[in-house]
């Protein structure tokens, strides 16, 4: 069974820096794309970023390049999503989703999401 | 960038009773178009991929229709489980995904 698991949330104030997780099993990680996602609250789906971790091939969305760092670490099958200095809009739920079909189109499974909160 | 627009933002339907969901493309995405459900507190989970192609587990009540820049999403007979948010995303243009903003399915 594919399962991603992700970090706990965290509640950071603005400037800080951040890393959150995404914990993969049950497939061969480096061999899929995985994206991250985010939701504000409220709000729907926006697509991030992926990252396939077989060479860290990384492709972000243009509305968050230079904004967040997707890395992969397949020694644990684990991709990471991290922001050198938060903002309180970067307040959401952050979900990693496998990148199935060909070509990695469409998310499935998703991860369970961490929440972030950042407020001084 | 493709634009998705989904309506109506919110539909009121009764158990049992079917329910329609459109999702307009800003420009043609073939049959590149998945949905999704999302419950309240939930992740979303994969409903259909390939504009009409149901995912693995996913019932038969559900299925999906379109192609080009117009598609809908039909549940024929409303369960209890069913009341929840539904997006569509296109991925025609790789990796460039594109989210509609949703609709609302609740309970009339």
């Known amino acids: 069974e594919v399962q991603l698991v992700q970090s706990g949330a965290e509640v950071k104030k603005p400037g800080e820096s951040l890393k959150i997780s995404c914990k993969i099993s049950?497939?061969?990680?480096?061999?899929?794309?995985i994206g991250w996602v985010r939701q504000m609250p409220g709000k729907g789906l926006e697509w991030m970023g992926i990252?396939?971790?077989?060479?860290?091939?990384?492709r972000y969305s243009p509305s968050f390049q230079g904004q967040v760092t997707i890395s992969a670490d397949t020694s644990i099958s684990t991709t990471y999503l991290q922001w050198s200095g938060l903002r309180a809009s970067d307040t959401a739920i952050y979900y990693c989703?496998?990148?199935?079909?060909?070509?990695?189109?469409?998310?499935?499974?998703w991860g369970q999401g961490t929440l972030v909160t950042v407020s001084s | 960038e493709i634009v998705m627009t989904q309506s109506p933002a919110t539909v009121s339907v009764s158990p049992g009773e079917r329910a329609t969901l459109s999702c307009r493309a800003s420009q043609s995405v073939s049959s590149s178009l998945a949905w999704y459900q999302q419950r309240p507190g939930q992740a979303p989970r994969l409903l259909i991929y390939?504009?009409?192609s149901r995912a693995t587990g996913i019932p038969a009540r559900f299925s999906g229709g379109g192609s080009g820049t117009e598609f809908t999403l039909t549940i024929s007979s409303l369960q209890s489980e069913d009341f929840a948010v539904y997006y569509c995303?296109?991925?025609?243009?790789?990796?460039?995904?594109?989210f509609g903003q949703g609709t609302k399915l609740e309970i009339k």
């Open positions: 990252i396939y971790p077989g060479d860290s091939n990384t």
């Open positions: 989703a496998k990148l199935s079909g060909p070509m990695g189109v469409w998310f499935d499974p």
């Open positions: 995303q296109q991925y025609n243009n790789w990796p460039m995904y594109t």
């Open positions: 049950g497939y061969t990680f480096a061999n899929y794309w």
């Open positions: 390939g504009a009409s």
